[in-house]
């Protein structure tokens, strides 16, 4: 049984290596439990980089998280109710005004028969609720929304396996499936050095959040992180 620790310095030695090729001017920033700022929660990522990236001279962020067997809960899927009905809802909405917009245009009509697409569109999104209840996307996974709490270009989930195989093979497929829709990657760590490289992450560019300030837009994630000032002097 792997230990989380160990878990944590192997997934970050396999990162800097990883990353080494993209660097502007050969320096990295690389450390373990860095923490956001308070404004921003608080919150302290398993381990974090930074380095200037090649193609835009930018501070390119990377954040991972780690888990072991101890914490295996964590990385169970499971259905998340909240996300069903905002899925449900998105998709009666953005119906609703690409239909009602059509039915205005071919019908002319500017009394309460434009309630007939609206009440349909509902209906609808009732129906996608209901025949998608199942669907991966309305799936979520504890260390995923605890990863969501370090920002940054690219984020990663490094587990062991001892942790993994202890899913069955339709939660080991549900949690790659579902990584891969959130733009997450993902390593297993095993024992012997060896790493295993399941998916890459999808690159990010922005982020939006709410603080006490109200809604922003972050493009630089090193904005988020209590050591910005240290990292954007070392590299």
Known sequence: MLLEK???????????????????????????????????????????????????????????????????????????????????????????????????????????????????????GAAFGLLTCNSYRHQTIDVITQLKQYPANEQWLAFSKDAFVALNAEKQELLRTVCKYRGIGLLLIGRNNSTDLLQKPKRRWSWIIETRGGWQLIRDFLVYYSKEKEIRKFI
């Open 6 to 124: 160990t878990v944590q310095k192997r997934a970050m030695a396999f990162l800097a290596t990883y990353y080494d090729n993209r660097l502007l001017r050969r320096r990295m920033f690389a450390a373990e439990e860095v923490s956001t700022k308070r404004i921003y929660g608080g919150k302290r990522a398993d381990g974090l980089l930074a380095y200037q990236s090649r193609l835009s001279g930018k501070p390119f962020v990377v954040s991972m998280e780690a888990k072991s067997i101890k914490t295996l809960p964590a990385i169970k899927p499971y259905h998340d109710w909240g996300r069903w009905l905002w899925n449900s809802l998105r998709f009666s909405l953005f119906l609703c005004l690409a239909s009602g917009l059509a039915y205005l245009a071919l019908q002319g009509q500017t009394n309460l028969e434009i309630f007939v697409p609206v009440i349909w569109c509902l209906c609808a």
